[in-house]
């Protein structure tokens, strides 16, 4: 399982982890020294930041879902998880904001271009409506 999440790379360098839903144990990590010894429960409880003991009690329930929290350092993190079906098991997430900065100021440029053709596109037919009941007249 370790090599699995080893080949996966989220972001810049991230990589997923697996851990035991029912103990928050990691079972598999890119890192080895982190597998049977790190625990997201007990690292949750650490930090004092609530939305990441939301996660883990999420985690311990078999659920699955994505939240940006606000770090202690104050930058962003992505976190993502869900359960693998059959299992005890969810696999997890948690990346730098940062990693996807560059792929977030081309949905903020791409949404500004949307709504600048829906602002056109809604003139134009302001336009034609009201030359169209222009020569109705």
Not at 18 to 34: F, P
């Amino acid at each position: 399982l370790t090599e699995i999440c080893q080949h996966y790379t989220i972001g810049k360098d991230v990589h997923p982890a697996i851990v035991r839903n029912s103990t928050g144990l990691i079972i598999a990590d890119s890192n080895e020294e982190k597998v049977l010894k790190a625990n997201i429960f007990d690292d949750s409880a650490e930090s004092g930041i609530k939305e990441i003991q939301e996660i883990t009690n999420k985690i311990a329930n078999k659920e699955s879902g994505f939240k940006i929290i606000k770090m202690a350092d104050g930058k962003k993190s992505v976190n993502g998880f869900a359960p693998i079906k059959n299992t005890d098991w969810s696999i997890i997430v948690f990346a730098d904001y940062d990693d996807f900065s560059e792929f977030s100021d081309v949905l903020k440029k791409m949404n500004f271009y949307c709504l600048l053709f829906s602002i056109a596109a809604l003139i134009c037919a302001s336009v034609f409506c009201l030359l169209g009941k222009k020569r109705s007249e």
